[in-house]
């Protein structure tokens, strides 16, 4: 069984440009979330999408934002990048509840803006 | 505002030696208890979940919880060198809300 797939896996951006993540959960997996690692604020929650309705939301601001297609596969995306989006995307698919069930990661984006 | 705190090390552990991993959390509405390790350069992998007080085993494994204090812990024994990794403390209340709350990690280093 394939895991969870994260393109690209290295992005370089520089200030105000925008940058789309995808990736892709595992076979039958209808819940995907969205983290950001840095050194500095660890791994904190973005969103997390169901049945491609955005179910939950972290505490980040409006330039980020997703969306889940009907195959489950998922993009985020960040407009009018800062110097502070620097950090690790990862992507994580659950069946279904991602908070009382195992989260596949995959291996994420690093994406640098400059 | 959740918070889930842990020491961030580094946890030196000799060979064979129980290493002892803490975290405390600060929402006492937190349901789900989770163990990540992440090795460096890599992705979080689950190796613990807990859901009720006491203690649970898996293989060298054992979470421990006590919600009256509010504190978890992952307890690994006969430590290899393979198991140097950072260890990740997550929580969340259940029914999907807000998604899990990670600390920061402690990094252990198990010494040969």
């Known amino acids: 069984k394939a895991g969870v797939t994260q393109t690209p896996r290295y992005l370089i951006k520089t200030r105000g440009q925008q940058v789309t993540l995808s990736c892709s959960p595992i076979s039958g997996h209808r819940s995907v979330s969205w983290y950001q690692q840095t050194p500095g604020q660890g791994l904190q929650f973005l969103f997390e999408y169901f049945s491609e309705t955005q179910r939950n939301k972290g505490n980040f601001p409006g330039r980020f934002s997703g969306r889940q297609f009907s195959n489950s596969r998922s993009e985020m995306n960040v407009s009018t990048l800062e110097l502070g989006d620097s950090a690790l995307y990862l992507c994580?698919?659950?069946?279904?509840?991602?908070?009382?069930?195992?989260?596949?990661f995959g291996s994420g984006t690093q994406l640098s803006v400059l | 505002q959740k918070e889930v705190e842990q020491n961030s090390g580094p946890l030196s552990v000799p060979e064979g030696a129980i290493a002892s991993l803490n975290c405390t959390y600060s929402d006492r509405g937190s349901q789900s208890f989770f163990w990540y390790r992440q090795y460096s350069g890599k992705s979080p992998e689950l190796i613990m979940s807990i859901y009720s007080n006491g203690d649970k085993e898996d293989g060298r494994f054992t979470a421990q919880l006590n919600k009256a204090s509010q504190y978890v812990s992952l307890l690994i024994r006969d430590s290899q060198p393979s198991d140097s990794a950072t260890y990740l403390c997550a929580v969340n209340r259940g029914g999907g809300a807000d998604g899990l709350t990670f600390g920061k990690g402690t990094h252990l280093i198990i010494q040969p």
């Open positions: 994580a698919s659950s069946l279904a509840d991602p908070t009382n069930e195992k989260l596949f």
